[in-house]
Structures are given as structure tokens and as C-alpha cells.
């Protein structure tokens, strides 16, 4: 497994985490447990992203045989983009009262 290939394993995790502990935020009765679970959930998204930076960066462009320019960066940051909810309020969810 190359390199970025291990990053982005380790960003999924992360992000699977703090889905996780989102998850577990809603059957929390105290508003301060489920701030903390929510503050500790979006840290885990926050050092996914940075993971994902640091994946991107280490994929170089790949020439196409047409002579274009494809770069593989760009590949990673929409793998990463589709891991990632598409509505940001999903990301922190207000628990219903």
C-alpha cells in the first residue's frame, strides 16, 4: 500500500470515528456530553482533512496519452470529498429534544 493510499485508510477511520461519536452524541441526555462528544468528533474530522492534505500532496500529475495532464491530486480530493457529508449541518447534528 503505497503511502497516500495509508493516509486516506487512516483519514476514513478518522472520519468513521467521528460519524460514530456523533451517533453516540444523540443518546446523550447532558448538553455538555454531548458538546464534548461533538468538539472530540469534529477534531477527528479536522485531523481526517489534514490527513487527506497530506495524501495529495504526495500523488505527482500523470501525463494521459492524448498529452493532457490528469492530476491524480485532484483524484484524491473528490475520493476524499465523497467521504466527507454533503450538507455540513449533517456534520454536527442538533440533537432532538
Known amino acids: 500500500m503505497s503511502e497516500a493510499a495509508a493516509l486516506l485508510e487512516q483519514a476514513r477511520k478518522k472520519r468513521d ?26 477534531e477527528l474530522d479536522e485531523q481526517a482533512g489534514e490527513l487527506e492534505r497530506q495524501a495529495a500532496a504526495l500523488v505527482p500529475p500523470t501525463t494521459l496519452p492524448s498529452g493532457g495532464v490528469v492530476h491524480e491530486q485532484q483524484q484524491v480530493q473528490q475520493q476524499a470529498a465523497q467521504c466527507q457529508p454533503a450538507d455540513p449541518s449533517e456534520q454536527n447534528p442538533k440533537p432532538k429534544r
Do not use: S
Not at 453516540?24 to 454531548?34: K, S, V
Open 17 to 42: 470515528a467521528a460519524r460514530h461519536a456523533r451517533e453516540l452524541a444523540w443518546q446523550l441526555a447532558q448538553d455538555a456530553d454531548r458538546e464534548r462528544i461533538t468538539h472530540f468528533a469534529d
